[in-house]
């Protein structure tokens, strides 16, 4: 695994452990420290598309489960 701190996902958490309501968050690392191309490179429209596509099919499945 991989451990990092993102300061605006640990922010919500924080409000969310606060107020005791279930937070999710998916990052999308965009570059290597060593990266010679355009920066914040995340890949073709297509890709971005697909990762898109299949977080909102996630989503949806965990409300669905969840839902009373």
Known sequence: GILAVE???ASLFAF???RCV???VITQ???AVDQS???FDKGTHEDEFRL???V???GR???LTTAP
């Open 29 to 31: 690392v965009t570059n």
């Open 22 to 24: 279930p937070v999710g």
């Open 52 to 54: 898109v596509h299949a």
């Open 7 to 9: 300061m605006q996902a």
């Open 56 to 58: 909102c099919r996630a």
């Open 16 to 18: 969310a452990e606060a």
């Open 61 to 63: 499945r965990y409300l």
């Open 37 to 39: 191309g355009e920066p």
